[in-house]
Structure formats: C-alpha cells, structure tokens
C-alpha cells in the first residue's frame, strides 16, 4: 500500500501536474456555482434505477456474449469447416454492421412481424416479447459475441500447439485438455483485450435509450427535455460514464495481475 | 492561441458554408410525422403543414428554407441559431415559452388516447391503470402522460411517433397518446386496424397548450410579426381552406 | 424472370418493389444516405489521422504539459460513449463558433450536417488515431532515427523519409480498425438528424412500416462497405509489405 502511494506521489507532486490538478479543481468549483444543477435531487432516484439498469445490461450482457464467443472462437481456431464457416460468417456480419442497425432491427423488425403470427399474443414468452430489455438484451450480447468471438479466434491460436500435443500424448481426453491447458492460457492473454472490449460495450449501452430502455442516458434525456438545460445533464452524464469506465478498468487490471501470478513473462 | 484557434475555425467553416442574408431556416422534424410533414421516396417533404409553410412563407415575402432536424433537439436548435423557426407541430405550452416565443397558432385539434381493440379502457388514469402506454419523447404528449398518468401506468418513451404506432400495431403497448389527426391517418392504414380511439384526454391548457405555433427565439419580434402576418393573410385569403380540404374532412384550427 | 421466385415466396414482391431506385421505391433514398454516411466517414477519417499525426508526435515530443493534456483529450474521448460525446461536441461547438462570429460582428453561419458530422467524428477519431500512431511510431527500430541524424537529416525530412515509410505497414492494421468504427459511427448521426443512410432507413422504414425489409438492406448495404474497405486496406498493407519479412 505505501509502495502504491509512493509511487502515485512522485507521479502527482510535480509542479507542472500541481498546476494543472489545481487548474482542473477550480473549473470544477466554477461549474459546480455558476452551472444550473437544481434538477440533481428531483432527478435523483430515477438517475440511480438508470445506473442500475446500464450495470446490469452490461454485465449480463458481457457474460452472455462471452459465454457464446468462445464456441465462436473455438470453431474458428480449431474446427471443422462445416462450424468455421459459420462462426467466422456470423462474427463478420456483426463486425460489418453498426449496432444501432442491428439494435433496431431486432426490435422493430421483429416487432413488424408479430401481427402476422396472432398466436403469438396467447403465448408464454409474451410478457417478454412486450417488453423492450430482452431484445436490447439479446442485442448486446449478440454484437459482444461478434467481437470477442474474433478476439479468442486469435487467442486460441496463440497457446501453443506443442502443449496441446503433449497433454494428448499423455492421454488426456479433449475436454480435459480444453479446460486445464487451452482455455486458461488463451483467456490469460485475452485478458488486456476483453478488458478494452467492455469500455467500448459500455460506451454502447445508450443506444438502448432508443428502443425505450431506461438507462442512466434516457434519464438525462429527460432531464434535458423536462427542463431545457442543454449541457449540465450531459456533462454529468459524462462525468459518470468515465467513472464506471475507470472502474472496469481498474478491475481488469486487479483481474489481470492476480492472473498473472507466477507466469513467465 | 484560443483567438487564433477560434478564428482558423471560423474561416474554415465559412469557408465551406455560407449563409445567405434573408433566407429563413424553418426547422421540421426529421422523423416522419403524417400526414403534417413526411418524406416521399425521392426524398421531398409532403403533408399539411409543408404546404402551410410554403403558403405562410410566400405571404409574408419570407425566402424560406425547410431544414429538417432532430425532434429531440429542435428548441436548442433553435436557441443556438441552427434554426430560425419550427415549424414542426409544436405545441404553444407555458414551459416552452419560458425559453421561445410563439407565433399565433395555425391548427388546435384534441388529444385523444388510441388503444388496441379488445382491450377496455379510456382517457382517464382509472381507464390506463395497469396498461402500457406509449408516447413520443419531448412533446406535451410525453409531459402531461408523465404529470397524469406515470402513476398507475407504464409509460414507454419513443423517438418518434411512427415507432409508437409500430408497437401499438405489434401489441407491445395497450395505448398511445397523440394528436387526433395524426391518429386518424394511421387507424386508416392496415397497421391501424388492429386499435380504435378510446376517447380525448381532459383538457389542461398548461401542458397541452393553446393549440399549435411557429417558435422562434425570445425577442426575435421581427420574424414573429412576420410569420403572425402570413398565418393572417392565408386564413383570411381562403389559402388555409384550400390546403386542408385536401387532407382533412373538416377545419382544424380550432375555436 | 424472377417470377418463380416471386410466386413461391409472397411478399419478396413487395420488398422488391420497395427497394427500387426509382421513386416510389426508396432504393435511390437508401443509396443517397449510403454516399452521405462515406463522405462522413472519409472526412472524419482524413481529420482523425490529421489529429492523430499531431497528437501522437505531441505525446512521444512534447513538453510535459502537452503530454498531459493529450493524456485528458485521449482518456476522455475513449471513456465517454460517442453519443454523447456527439451531443456535446455538436450543441458546444456550433455555440462557441456562433459567439465568436457574434464577437467578430458577423451573423451566424449554418454548418450542415456533413460537416459538422465530419468534425465532431473527426475529433472522436483523433482520439483513437493518436494512440494507433503512437505505439506504430514508437515502434519504428530507433536505430534508423539515430541513423538519419548521423546522416544529418533535420527533423522534418527524418519524419518524411524514415518515420513515415517505416511506421505506416505498422499502423495499418489500426488504421483499417479506425476506418471500420468510422463507418459505423456515422450511423450514430441518425439519432442527431443527419442525413445518412441509417436516419434514411427510419424514414423509409417509418413511412412504409416495412421495418424488416430496409433494416436488413441498409445491413446490407453497410456490409457491403465494410467488405470492400477490409480489401482494399489489405491491398495497401500487402503493397507496403513488400520486402519486408511476411508475417
């Protein structure tokens, strides 16, 4: 720990650093008084269920698309062309269109084509088909499989094959190979990669504001459409996205050094 | 350094986009709203309030220019200069006033609340307890459902109207809140069949307004006396008439 | 010719006749939008590797305060979700431009929205350019810059005859990266009201309630872009290869 703060003194007690940290303070200060922020506490509940919901969209959203980038990977790296194809085609497609694209088609483009199949409305998905978390949901995850499932194509890859080949030669079976060799290597240098990649999910996450999801952006949106402020809710909003991204940050980096322990290089 | 940078700016800018003296920017909403103002497919603007533009424009001398923008950020369009008028179905309410002014109104028509068919309800909150109701964002539609309505109903926020009406047609909203005559011209669609008009909310002038104006920027009296003169002369010349017996059975300005 | 096909699957008719390039089909508005979404993309990509050039040579040559307010400009921009980035960057820019213009006694201009897309993407891109550049340039064999001062080379003709040459096959495939996420950025423009192809596929889409149908052309449309673009950087990085060790 006092290695730590050693170490973040010398960074900061520069003069040039001292100057700018006091430069950055007193824009704070001036913005904090002269800037119109009555609307905090009306808004305030609503802005924490707007949180909440961007966290746990992101979450599950990272597990999901992760949970299906690495069959996705895996098929790429190691497969059969009959599942390669596929796979690289599907994480093509994500790659090549925009999320909003894809956001809105599987909303609205589903949602057209539900008064052509009545029975639909008698059926038990129907209280979910209504509402609009589960296709931003789906979406997510669809586009964060599209993109980790390139990224652990590369990772699989990299292990090298000479390990593969001696775990079989000491007659491990294929699963245990996967799981105690394979797997935890290539996720051991995906690592730094998936870290990056959940910033930018992150950063995606306001698009569901436009499917009628209300995340921490659609609670600015109404803030600035209920009062007319045009900058104050979206230089909080600002303010709060880079603390969640500095947050995943930092957890990457814990994720990544405990990982680390006792490997070469 | 922040001069210089600010003026390279400018040249750039101005470089690439100039703006003529007397041409008047009259902001609409870029996302369809029939049968008031929508594209076509080679991409002109049509509908009712087009040609009122067009005939208020003309009648007042005003060399105007139909610049669609965002529903979402029309008033800080118009507030930074983007723009120099809306003219996009907006309602003269006392929250907007307090940051543009409004010309005299061109067209008042109730509110009413469209819902699905098999499903019992009306326009009161004791009729939408339990529903799901949407509503297109920034209008007064979106503020007097959240004033009257949040409490017992879901309420869903759209970018645009059309996107409301996609889910009603879908089933995944019970109703929506709208202006009449945009309602009309959907149930008349196939979509529209699926719902029926369950009645007009209660009348708050506060939130719903006094019927629909021109905006402008706080002060800017000259374009406004403008605009009010032009609105005048078509509705005294028979313009007014001539454009909505084309699209409407009877008069909408309102009383 | 295609009737067969018409007659077995009902509808594709219609969605047919919906993307056609002559009005009433909206193929010619979808095509329209997907030559607006490239000029932004050019544009924004041409300024984010101008931003870049500056900044990545601001952070590996600069003072410490340039270093520094480079280190804030790239951090925020890759915190901050674009969205709102383009809101901010979009209302901001336009009123910091309309008062010096006001201060200067000029009327206020109107910057359509190409470029202001341009520029508020361009921005976003620089961000992203200067790190790509950065680490490509850094990773240039010092060797060949000791060289070139040896030979007596000034700091300029270094840059345009070592630097550049030996760091562009490096930065290539960021680049290609940064050219991708351009394309698909424009089609954030749409929730602003810029017309581009996705803000044309709404329109479509809202006007003839065939969501289906032009969602999946305009991802289509995108698809192709990005296959196209994905060759023709591979082409350039295979012609910059020459000679060099394949990898």
Same mark, same amino acid.
């Given at each position: 720990?006092?290695?730590?703060?050693?170490?973040?003194?010398?960074?900061?007690?520069?003069?040039?650093?001292?100057?700018?940290?006091?430069?950055?303070?007193?824009?704070?200060?001036?913005?904090?008084?002269?800037?119109?922020?009555?609307?905090?506490?009306?808004?305030?509940?609503?802005?924490?269920?707007?949180?909440?919901?961007?966290?746990?969209?992101?979450?599950? $959203?990272?597990?999901?698309?992760?949970?299906?980038?690495?069959?996705?990977?895996?098929?790429?790296?190691?497969?059969?062309?009959?599942?390669?194809?596929?796979?690289?085609?599907?994480?093509?497609?994500?790659?090549?269109?925009?999320?909003?694209?894809?956001?809105?088609?599987?909303?609205?483009?589903?949602?057209?084509?539900?008064?052509?199949?009545?029975?639909?409305?008698? $059926?038990?998905?129907?209280?979910?088909?209504?509402?609009?978390?589960?296709?931003?949901?789906?979406?997510?995850?669809? $586009?964060?499989?599209?993109?980790?499932?390139?990224? @652990?194509?590369?990772?699989?890859?990299?292990?090298?094959?000479?390990?593969?080949?001696?775990?079989?030669?000491?007659?491990?079976?294929?699963?245990?190979?996967?799981?105690?060799?394979?797997?935890?290597?290539?996720?051991?240098?995906?690592?730094?990669?998936?870290?990056?990649?959940?910033?930018?999910?992150?950063?995606?996450?306001?698009?569901?504001?436009?499917?009628?999801?209300?995340?921490?952006?659609?609670?600015?949106?109404?803030?600035?459409?209920?009062?007319?402020?045009?900058?104050?809710?979206?230089?909080?909003?600002?303010?709060?996205? @880079?603390?969640?991204?500095?947050?995943?940050?930092?957890?990457?980096?814990?994720?990544?050094?405990?990982?680390?322990?006792?490997?070469?290089? | 350094?922040? /001069?210089?940078?600010?003026?390279?700016?400018?040249?750039?800018?101005?470089?690439?986009?100039?703006?003529?003296?007397?041409?008047?920017?009259?902001?609409?909403?870029?996302?369809?709203?029939?049968?008031?103002?929508?594209?076509?497919?080679?991409?002109?603007?049509?509908?009712?309030?087009?040609?009122?533009?067009?005939?208020?424009?003309?009648?007042?001398?005003?060399?105007?220019?139909?610049?669609?923008?965002?529903?979402?950020?029309?008033?800080?369009?118009?507030?930074?200069?983007?723009?120099?008028?809306?003219?996009?179905?907006?309602?003269?309410?006392?929250?907007?006033?307090?940051?543009?002014?409004?010309?005299?109104?061109?067209?008042?028509?109730?509110?009413?609340?469209?819902?699905?068919?098999?499903?019992?309800?009306?326009?009161?909150?004791?009729?939408?307890?339990?529903?799901?109701?949407?509503?297109?964002?920034? /209008?007064?539609?979106?503020?007097?459902?959240?004033?009257?309505?949040?409490?017992? /109903?879901?309420?869903?926020?759209?970018?645009?109207?059309?996107?409301?009406?996609?889910?009603?047609?879908?089933?995944?909203?019970?109703?929506?809140?709208?202006?009449?005559?945009?309602?009309?011209?959907?149930?008349?669609?196939?979509?529209?069949?699926?719902?029926?008009?369950?009645?007009?909310?209660?009348?708050?002038?506060?939130?719903?307004?006094?019927?629909?104006?021109?905006?402008?920027?706080?002060?800017?009296?000259?374009?406004?006396?403008?605009?009010?003169?032009?609105?005048?002369?078509?509705?005294?010349?028979?313009?007014?008439?001539?454009?909505?017996?084309?699209?409407?059975?009877?008069?909408?300005?309102?009383? | 010719?295609?009737?067969?096909?018409?007659?077995?699957?009902?509808?594709?008719?219609?969605?047919?006749?919906?993307?056609?390039?002559?009005?009433?089909?909206?193929?010619?508005?979808?095509?329209?939008?997907?030559?607006?979404?490239?000029?932004?993309?050019?544009?924004?990509?041409?300024?984010?590797?101008? *931003?870049?050039?500056?900044?990545? %040579?601001?952070?590996?040559? !600069?003072?410490?305060?340039?270093?520094?307010?480079? =280190?804030?400009?790239?951090? &925020?921009?890759?915190?901050?979700?674009?969205? *709102?980035?383009?809101?901010?960057?979009?209302?901001?820019?336009?009123?910091?431009?309309?008062?010096?213009?006001?201060?200067?006694?000029?009327?206020?201009?109107?910057?359509?929205?190409?470029?202001?897309?341009?520029?508020?993407?361009? *921005? &976003?891109?620089?961000?992203?350019?200067?790190?790509?550049?950065?680490?490509?340039?850094?990773?240039?064999?010092?060797?060949?810059?000791?060289?070139?001062?040896?030979?007596?080379?000034?700091?300029?003709?270094?840059?345009?005859? &070592?630097?550049?040459?030996?760091?562009?096959?490096?930065?290539?495939?960021?680049?290609?990266?940064?050219?991708?996420?351009?394309?698909?950025?424009?089609?954030?423009?749409?929730?602003?009201?810029?017309?581009? %192809?996705?803000?044309?596929?709404?329109?479509? =889409?809202?006007?003839?309630?065939?969501?289906?149908?032009?969602?999946?052309?305009?991802?289509?449309?995108?698809?192709?872009?990005?296959?196209?673009?994905?060759? *023709?950087?591979?082409?350039?990085?295979?012609?910059?290869?020459? !000679?060099?060790? =394949?990898?």
């Amino acid at each position: 720990m006092t290695r730590w703060l050693n170490r973040a003194a010398q960074e900061v007690l520069v003069p040039h650093r001292l100057i700018m940290i006091a430069v950055a303070i007193g824009i704070i200060v001036w913005a904090g008084m002269s800037m119109r922020w009555h609307w905090i506490p009306r808004y305030g509940d609503l802005a924490v269920q707007g949180i909440w919901r961007t966290l746990w969209l992101l979450a599950l $959203s990272c597990v999901i698309g992760f949970a299906m980038a690495v069959p996705l990977g895996l098929a790429q790296a190691a497969g059969p062309r009959v599942l390669a194809i596929p796979a690289r085609a599907f994480c093509t497609v994500i790659r090549g269109t925009p999320l909003l694209l894809q956001l809105w088609l599987i909303y609205f483009g589903l949602g057209s084509l539900f008064p052509q199949f009545p029975w639909i409305r008698e $059926s038990e998905l129907w209280p979910y088909l209504r509402q609009a978390w589960p296709y931003a949901l789906l979406a997510l995850s669809l $586009s964060f499989a599209g993109y980790e499932g390139e990224v @652990m194509r590369g990772a699989f890859k990299s292990v090298p094959g000479g390990q593969l080949e001696a775990a079989r030669a000491m007659g491990m079976g294929r699963f245990a190979i996967f799981r105690r060799i394979w797997f935890p290597q290539a996720l051991q240098s995906a690592l730094p990669t998936l870290g990056g990649e959940t910033v930018l999910q992150l950063k995606a996450t306001p698009l569901v504001a436009t499917i009628t999801v209300i995340d921490i952006y659609a609670v600015a949106s109404r803030v600035r459409q209920d009062t007319f402020i045009i900058y104050e809710p979206l230089l909080l909003l600002a303010l709060i996205y @880079m603390v969640i991204a500095g947050l995943i940050a930092l957890g990457f980096k814990l994720l990544e050094q405990r990982y680390n322990r006792g490997m070469v290089g | 350094m922040k /001069t210089f940078a600010l003026m390279a700016a400018t040249a750039l800018v101005a470089a690439t986009a100039m703006a003529q003296a007397e041409e008047v920017r009259i902001g609409i909403a870029a996302e369809p709203y029939p049968p008031f103002a929508s594209p076509d497919a080679a991409g002109n603007w049509v509908g009712w309030e087009v040609e009122i533009i067009d005939a208020v424009c003309a009648a007042a001398e005003l060399d105007c220019v139909l610049t669609p923008t965002a529903w979402d950020g029309i008033i800080p369009a118009l507030v930074s200069e983007r723009i120099d008028a809306i003219m996009a179905s907006m309602s003269i309410t006392a929250d907007r006033m307090q940051t543009i002014d409004f010309s005299d109104r061109y067209y008042n028509t109730p509110t009413v609340i469209v819902g699905q068919k098999g499903i019992e309800m009306d326009a009161t909150p004791e009729g939408l307890s339990g529903k799901v109701l949407g509503v297109q964002v920034s /209008t007064i539609h979106q503020t007097y459902a959240q004033t009257y309505f949040e409490a017992a /109903t879901e309420l869903r926020t759209y970018q645009t109207q059309d996107e409301a009406n996609q889910d009603l047609a879908s089933g995944r909203i019970d109703a929506t809140q709208a202006d009449s005559l945009a309602m009309d011209d959907f149930l008349k669609t196939d979509a529209g069949a699926c719902c029926e008009v369950k009645g007009t909310v209660a009348q708050d002038e506060a939130i719903l307004g006094a019927g629909v104006g021109a905006g402008v920027r706080k002060g800017d009296d000259a374009l406004r006396e403008a605009l009010n003169r032009g609105i005048a002369a078509i509705l005294e010349d028979g313009t007014y008439e001539e454009i909505t017996v084309r699209y409407f059975a009877t008069s909408i300005y309102g009383n | 010719m295609l009737d067969w096909l018409y007659a077995i699957w009902p509808g594709l008719q219609t969605s047919v006749d919906l993307l056609s390039l002559q009005p009433p089909g909206w193929g010619g508005n979808l095509l329209r939008g997907a030559v607006a979404s490239l000029q932004i993309a050019l544009g924004a990509f041409a300024v984010g590797l101008v *931003i870049g050039t500056f900044g990545a %040579l601001g952070k590996l040559h !600069g003072g410490p305060v340039m270093r520094d307010l480079l =280190a804030v400009y790239t951090v &925020v921009v890759r915190a901050v979700p674009e969205l *709102i980035l383009i809101l901010i960057l979009y209302y901001a820019g336009t009123d910091l431009l309309n008062q010096a213009l006001r201060a200067m006694g000029q009327r206020p201009v109107e910057i359509s929205g190409v470029v202001a897309g341009i520029a508020v993407l361009g *921005i &976003v891109q620089g961000a992203y350019a200067t790190e790509v550049l950065r680490g490509a340039i850094q990773s240039v064999p010092r060797g060949q810059h000791e060289a070139a001062r040896a030979f007596g080379m000034g700091p300029v003709q270094t840059f345009r005859r &070592v630097t550049f040459p030996a760091m562009l096959p490096l930065a290539l495939p960021g680049l290609s990266n940064l050219w991708l996420i351009a394309t698909k950025d424009t089609a954030l423009l749409a929730i602003v009201g810029f017309a581009e %192809l996705t803000l044309e596929t709404r329109q479509a =889409a809202g006007s003839t309630r065939a969501y289906f149908t032009f969602f999946l052309a305009a991802g289509a449309l995108y698809l192709v872009m990005t296959l196209v673009s994905g060759r *023709i950087f591979g082409w350039i990085e295979a012609r910059y290869r020459r !000679g060099q060790a =394949a990898q």
